[in-house]
T-cell receptor
Framework: DSGVTQTPKHLITATGQRVTLRCSPRSGDLSVYWYQQSLDQGLQFLIQYYNGEERAKGNILERFSAQQFPDLHSELNLSSLELGDSALYFC?????????????FGPGTRLTVL | AQSVTQLGSHVSVSEGALVLLRCNYS??????LFWYVQYPNQGLQLLLK??????LVKGINGFEAEFKKSETSFHLTKPSAHMSDAAEYFC????????????FGKGTMLLVSP
C-alpha cells in the first residue's frame, strides 16, 4: 500500500459525458501528479500540482482539467469524453518538487468510455 | 526533451535464470533515472533510482541497475528470477531542468516460466 488513494476504482461512462477522478496523496506529500496509461500511448504525464498551485503541464488535453484543494487532495476532470479517453489514470504524490524525489503511485482509476 | 528507450516489449526467462531488462536514455546531461514495477491490476512501485551518488544501484527484491554514461544505459538485472517477479517493468527519467515529472519508457513485460 503506497498510501495514495484513488476513487473510484472503475468508471464506465458514455461518450460526451464528464467525469471526476479523485486522489488523496500520502500524508505529508505536497506534490500530486496525474498520469494516463493506455495501450497505444503508454504512460504519459498529464499535470502536476504542488501545494495547490499548478507546477507542470504535460500532454493534457484542453478537455481535461485538474485542481488541488487546500487539504491537498486533487481532482482530475475529464469532459466531452471520447472513446480514446479510455485508459488507466494514475495519481502519484511526492514530498516536494525535487526531481529525484520518489513518486508514490495510487492503484489507478480505470475509465471505460462506451 | 528527455526520453528513455526500453528494448524488448516482452522478456521471457526461466525461474532461477538471470533477468536483464534494458533501458537507454537520451540526454546530454546525466539525468535522474528510475525503475518502476507494475504488478497486474496495481499501481507502480519504485524498484530503485539513480541520483548520481553511485553508478551501481541496489533496489528492492534483489534487483540492481548500473548507470553507464558511456553507453547511456541503465539496465536492470537480477541474478535469479522468481515466479513472483512476473510483472511489467518501466524505466523512467526526470528532467534535469528542475522539473520532477517522470517520462516513462514503453515498458517491458517479464514472463517467468517454471
Amino acid at each position: 500500500d503506497s498510501g495514495v488513494t484513488q476513487t473510484p476504482k472503475h468508471l464506465i461512462t458514455a461518450t460526451g459525458q464528464r467525469v471526476t477522478l479523485r486522489c488523496s496523496p500520502r500524508s505529508g506529500d505536497l506534490s500530486v501528479y496525474w498520469y494516463q496509461q493506455s495501450l497505444d500511448q503508454g504512460l504519459q504525464f498529464l499535470i502536476q500540482y504542488y501545494n495547490g498551485e499548478e507546477r507542470a503541464k504535460g500532454n493534457i488535453l484542453e478537455r481535461f482539467s485538474a485542481q488541488q484543494f487546500p487539504d491537498l487532495h486533487s481532482e482530475l476532470n475529464l469532459s466531452s469524453l471520447e472513446l480514446g479517453d479510455s485508459a488507466l489514470y494514475f495519481c502519484a504524490s511526492s514530498v516536494g518538487t525535487v526531481n529525484y524525489n520518489e513518486q508514490f503511485f495510487g492503484p489507478g482509476t480505470r475509465l471505460t468510455v462506451l | 526533451a528527455q526520453s528513455v528507450t526500453q528494448l524488448g516489449s516482452h522478456v521471457s526467462v526461466s525461474e532461477g535464470a538471470l533477468v536483464l531488462l534494458r533501458c537507454n536514455y537520451s540526454s546530454s546531461v546525466p539525468p535522474y533515472l528510475f525503475w518502476y514495477v507494475q504488478y497486474p491490476n496495481q499501481g507502480l512501485q519504485l524498484l530503485l533510482k539513480y541520483t548520481s551518488a553511485a553508478t551501481l544501484v541496489k533496489g528492492i527484491n534483489g534487483f540492481e541497475a548500473e548507470f553507464k554514461k558511456s553507453e547511456t544505459s541503465f539496465h536492470l538485472t537480477k541474478p535469479s528470477a522468481h515466479m513472483s517477479d512476473a510483472a511489467e517493468y518501466f524505466c523512467a527519467v526526470t528532467s534535469n531542468s528542475g522539473y520532477s515529472t517522470l517520462t516513462f519508457g514503453k515498458g517491458t513485460m517479464l514472463l517467468v516460466s517454471p
